[in-house]
C-alpha cells in the first residue's frame, strides 16, 4: 500500500484545538490489525495521537494484538481521558514484557551480539515450531494456560468496558463455520480478547456461548464495515502490522511460512478495502447509507521498519524490543501527523481505488 480531557462520548464531543483558532477538532475511527508483539507499534502509535486534543476518538475495531490495543485503549480513556489511556497501554505492555521474563523463547546470543530481534536462531522456537507441526495445543497444553488471561482481568475492568464512550468491534473467527464475529463494548470479556488472539496451532479454541472461535485475523484484520455503518466518523485511520507488499521471492521455509501467514492476515482486510473504494463510487450520496460509503476517508499509519521483521519476533516479548517498536509506532505517527494531519477531516490520504484494478 502506498504510503486530556474529562472522558464524554467522543462522538459528542467538542474538542478544543492544541491553540486557539489552531486546528478545528476532528473525530476518528481507529483499524487495528493483530500481530503478536508487534502490536506494540500500534501501542506507540496511538500513544502519539492521544496527545493531540483536536482528535477524538469515535471508534475502533481490533483483531488480535489490535483488538488489546483497542480494549486497553477504550478502558482507560473511560476512567481518565486520554492521559490515563496512555498510562494503561504502557503498564499493559509492561505486564506483558514481565510475563515474559522466564519464558524460553528468547534471543540467542549471536543474535543480541547483532542487534537483531528475531527468534529463528532460538533452539527453543525451533523446538515448539516443530512440536506445533506434530501435536495439537490440547496435546501440548492440555489445560489451556494463557498467560495472556490473567494479564487482562487485572488489567482492564470488563464493566466500566461495556459502556465506554469508545465504541469497540472486536473481530474472531468462528471455527465452526469460518465466518467473523464481531464483539461490542456490552459483550466483551477476556474471553473475547483471548477468542480474537487465538492462534490454533498455539492455543486452544476459545468457546463462547458454546461456539469455538480462532483469532480474528483469519476473517477480519481488522473488520472495517461497522467503523463505516455505525460511527459517526467519516475519517478510519488504519495501522497495519503485516505488510502488505514484499520484495523478492521468500525461499527458506521461515521465509515462506511468513508471507503465508501475511498474506492470509491481510486478505480479507484487503477485499474490504475494495469493497469500500468500489462503493464510494457507486453509493447514491443522497442516500442515508449510501452517503455514509460515499463520504468515507481512509488514512494509513505505517513503517518500512515491520517489513524488516520476521514471523518470529511476535512472539518476542523482550521490554527492549517492545520499546524499540513503540518508538517506532510514535514516530510514524508524528510523520503522519506533519503530512497528512491536515487532511483528517477533509480527504483521504490512502488511494485504495488502485485495489480495483486488480479485480
Avoid at 547483532?114 to 507441526?133: A, N, Q
Avoid at 467473523?180 to 479454541?205: D, G, W
Avoid at 488504519?238 to 511460512?257: D, H, K, Q, W, Y
Amino acid at each position: 500500500m502506498p504510503d486530556r480531557v474529562t472522558p464524554v462520548p467522543a462522538r459528542a464531543r467538542k474538542h478544543s484545538a492544541r491553540n486557539a483558532g489552531e486546528r478545528e477538532p476532528v473525530i476518528v475511527d481507529l483499524a487495528l490489525q493483530g500481530g503478536g508483539a508487534h502490536g506494540a507499534f500500534t501501542w506507540g502509535v496511538m500513544d502519539r495521537l492521544l496527545e493531540e486534543s483536536w482528535i477524538g476518538i469515535d471508534g475502533i475495531s481490533g483483531t488480535s494484538a489490535g483488538a488489546m490495543n483497542a480494549a486497553v485503549l477504550a478502558d482507560g480513556y473511560a476512567e481518565g481521558g486520554p492521559e490515563c489511556a496512555r498510562a494503561r497501554l504502557e503498564s499493559f505492555w509492561r505486564r506483558v514484557a514481565e510475563a515474559a521474563t522466564l519464558s524460553p523463547l528468547r534471543r540467542g546470543p549471536l543474535d543480541i551480539m547483532l542487534g537483531r530481534w528475531t527468534l529463528d536462531s532460538s533452539p527453543v522456537f525451533i523446538g515448539m515450531d516443530i512440536l506445533t507441526r506434530l501435536f495439537s495445543p490440547y496435546e501440548l497444553n492440555p489445560f489451556g494456560y494463557n498467560p495472556l488471561a490473567e494479564i487482562l482481568a487485572e488489567t482492564i475492568d470488563f464493566k466500566r468496558l461495556s459502556a465506554a464512550p469508545i465504541r469497540l468491534f472486536i473481530t474472531a473467527t468462528n471455527v465452526r463455520t469460518g465466518r467473523a464475529r464481531v464483539f461490542r463494548n456490552p459483550a466483551l470479556s477476556p474471553e473475547v480478547l483471548l477468542a480474537s488472539a487465538c492462534l490454533p496451532t498455539i492455543f486452544q479454541a476459545i468457546e463462547i456461548e458454546g461456539e469455538p472461535y480462532w483469532d480474528g485475523g483469519y476473517a477480519g484484520n481488522p473488520t472495517m464495515t461497522p467503523l463505516v455503518r455505525e460511527c459517526d466518523s467519516d475519517d478510519t485511520i488504519l495501522i497495519p502490522i503485516n505488510p502488505v507488499e514484499r520484495p523478492g521471492t521468500p525461499r527458506s521455509a521461515g521465509e515462506i511460512l511468513n508471507r503465508l501467514n501475511e498474506v492470509s492476515f491481510n486478505s480479507a482486510l484487503l477485499k474490504e478495502l475494495r469493497m469500500i473504494a468500489l462503493l464510494r463510487q457507486i453509493a447514491d450520496p443522497g442516500h442515508t447509507e449510501g452517503a455514509r460509503w460515499a463520504r468515507m476517508r481512509i488514512h494509513m499509519i505505517s513503517s518500512e521498519i515491520m517489513v524488516s521483521l520476521g514471523h518470529s519476533s511476535k512472539l518476542n516479548a523482550e521490554w527492549p524490543f517492545l520499546l524499540m517498536l513503540r518508538d517506532e509506532g510514535r514516530r510514524a505517527a508524528d510523520a503522519f501527523l506533519a503530512t497528512h494531519g491536515d487532511a483528517l477531516g477533509k480527504r483521504s490520504t490512502l488511494p485504495i481505488e488502485y485495489l480495483l484494478a486488480e479485480v
